[in-house]
Structure formats: C-alpha cells, structure tokens
C-alpha cells in the first residue's frame, strides 16, 4: 500500500496521508474479495467503479465521489496496463501551499518546547502533531480528543476525525509518539487544551518570535 502511494506522486504530506487512507480502505476491501493483490489487477477502472458500488455503501455520495478520484488517479499513475482513459482538464485551481521543509519543522518543534507557559507548549505542540502528523483542515483540531486515537495491530496510529468530513485518519509515524503523549496526559480534553481560535495560522501567533 505505502509504495503504490509513494508511486503516485503525491504532491504534499497532506496528500500522501489522505490517498494512504483511501488506499488502505480500498485493500481491505480487495482481501475480501479475494483479489490479488497486484497493482495491475486492483487498480483498473472496473475494480475501482465495483469498489465504489459495493465497498462504500456506508458513504455519503460525495465521500464516494471523492474515493473514486483519488484512486482513479493513483491508478492512472502507478500502472502500465491497466485500461485507463485519460485524465480530463479540469478548470484550474488555486495551487496548493508550499509544503514545510524538514528544517522549518525543526525549528516549529523547537520553538515549541520553548513556550513560556505549559499551556501554550501544550497548544503548540498539538498543533504540530496534528497537522503535520494527520493533515488536519483548519478548526479540526479542536474536536479531537485522547478518546479519538487509537492503534491497530500493525501498530498504525489512526486518528478519528468527526465533524462536516467524519473520516479515519493514519498518522505519520514521526508524530504518532507526541500524539499518544498528549492523549494520556489529557485523555478527555482536545490535545490542543482549551481555545477558541480555529484560524489556520494559529501556529504563527503561538511561536512569533522563534520563526
């Protein structure tokens, strides 16, 4: 699952996160099905359309919608021979921000460490953890909890995201620790602690002086 990913060229973490999700939901079903597990074979336009109506009969249409290009697009990415038509042009959008680089990361992380009081460390770095680690859409971070992680048997941290998009999420390894650490310290509580700013840019006014 992770190399079909990575092969499709996701074009931020916040993108190869969401596609892992589809990907690994669409894989179960695959199992149940009894299909080789071969990209070839699962992601071709027949599997894919039969996906969409028989494996997600639990989702809203557009949820389908969106499952169905997602993995139209990795398909048409990832395989040689598969009978894909080609992709549509779309109207243009606006382009997605610039992904941080590894440094701008260290430098978050650091600076949140460095808060004056436990609460803003505390804010900072559920922020981080949440959208660097999950992709999380602004004010998102508000509604998540200790109660909404938990781990699979593989040792996947999944991340359960309720509100207008309800969706499982896997996080990044690098920042499940720092999840899991702020869940069991505030188990009942949104990790990020008490807050009534949902701005995407709340990061920059916790940690000013540092970036």
Request: aromatic residues 6%; contains cysteine; hydrophobic residues 40%.
């Amino acid at each position: 699952m992770r190399a079909c990913v990575t092969d499709s060229e996701p074009v931020s973490p916040w993108s190869a996160v969401d596609r892992m999700s589809t990907v690994t939901r669409f894989c179960a079903w695959c199992l149940e099905e009894f299909l080789p597990l071969d990209r070839e074979t699962l992601f071709t336009p027949d599997t894919v359309e039969r996906y969409v109506l028989t494996g997600m009969r639990d989702l809203q249409p557009s949820c389908r919608r969106t499952h169905r290009s997602q993995l139209s697009a990795i398909g048409r990415t990832i395989t040689r021979r598969a009978p894909w038509p080609p992709a549509r042009t779309g109207l243009a959008r606006n382009r997605l921000a610039t992904p941080y680089t590894p440094a701008q990361v260290a430098g978050y992380l650091e600076a949140a460490g460095q808060q004056s009081t436990p609460v803003r460390t505390r804010a900072a770095f559920g922020l981080l953890a949440a959208g660097l680690g999950a992709g999380l859409m602004p004010g998102e971070h508000l509604t998540i909890t200790g109660r909404s992680l938990a781990t699979t048997e593989r040792g996947i941290t999944v991340l359960s995201i309720a509100g207008i998009r309800p969706r499982a999420i896997l996080v990044l390894a690098a920042y499940a620790p720092l999840l899991h650490t702020l869940a069991a310290r505030h188990p009942g509580e949104p990790l990020i602690g008490p807050t009534h700013n949902t701005d995407k840019n709340r990061l920059n006014h916790l940690l000013p002086s540092r970036l």
